[in-house]
T-cell receptor, first 113, second 111 residues
């Protein structure tokens, strides 16, 4: 079935370090891909998205490129801040699927000063 | 506040009791979703409404679970005869232009 696999956390980094969180997917058809973020005590928020192959989503210094050939959507940021500490979820939706999101298990990021 | 709101934020109950959660979506959104999130896992889809019609239900939604959206506005999720395995965060979301907006969730603890 359709699924999303993320690298396990926690990921612990120092401020200004480079971040990569890996995400791969399995899907029939042509999914749209998303990264959601959950800050402590808050609801899930959309961070970025890409709807077709080779699209790059970006927001708040984060980027992810939809790679159909490797079925991946890795999240990257060049210089993380303490305020980026959160849980990050990779997700997909399928066309015609009522925009139903299928989530990965999440990756916790902790950034230290 | 014009976001998705959920009530209660926390509920502690004894096994076998019934609980009900309420979700108020963003007012102009006609699509509403319920998800369940257990510790260390991503949210799992439970059910979906378009206006008052429940169009899809996950196999996770056993016969002890029922969801309604009677007037196409707010929605309720009821769990009957709760079990310890029902302990989770229950999330509600509504959608605009392909983006889901989530509430902060209702955390259920079944003792």
């Amino acid at each position: 079935g359709d699924s999303v696999t993320q690298m396990e956390g926690p990921v612990t980094l120092s401020e200004e370090a480079f971040l990569t969180i890996n995400c791969t997917y399995t899907a029939t058809g042509y999914p749209s891909l998303f990264w959601y973020v959950q800050y402590p005590g808050e609801g899930l928020q959309l961070l970025l998205k890409a709807t077709k192959a080779d699209d790059k989503g970006s927001n708040k210094g984060f980027e992810a490129t939809y790679r159909k050939e490797t079925t991946s959507f890795h999240l990257e940021k060049g210089s993380v801040q303490v305020s980026d500490s959160a849980v990050y979820f990779c997700a997909l939706t399928l066309s015609g699927g009522y925009n139903k999101l299928i989530f990965g298990a999440g990756t916790r990021l902790a950034v230290h000063p | 506040d014009t976001g998705v709101s959920q009530d209660p934020r926390h509920k502690i109950t004894k096994r076998g009791q019934n609980v009900t959660f309420r979700c108020d979506p963003i007012s102009e959104h006609n699509r509403l979703y319920w998800y369940r999130q257990t510790l260390g896992q991503g949210p799992e889809f439970l059910t979906y409404f378009q206006n008052e019609a429940q169009l899809e239900k996950s196999r996770l939604l056993s016969d002890r679970f029922s969801a309604e959206r009677p007037k196409g506005s707010f929605s309720t999720l009821e769990i009957q005869r709760t079990e310890q395995g029902d302990s989770a965060m229950y999330l509600c979301a509504s959608i605009r232009e392909g983006e889901l907006f989530f509430g902060e969730g209702s955390r259920l603890t079944v003792l």
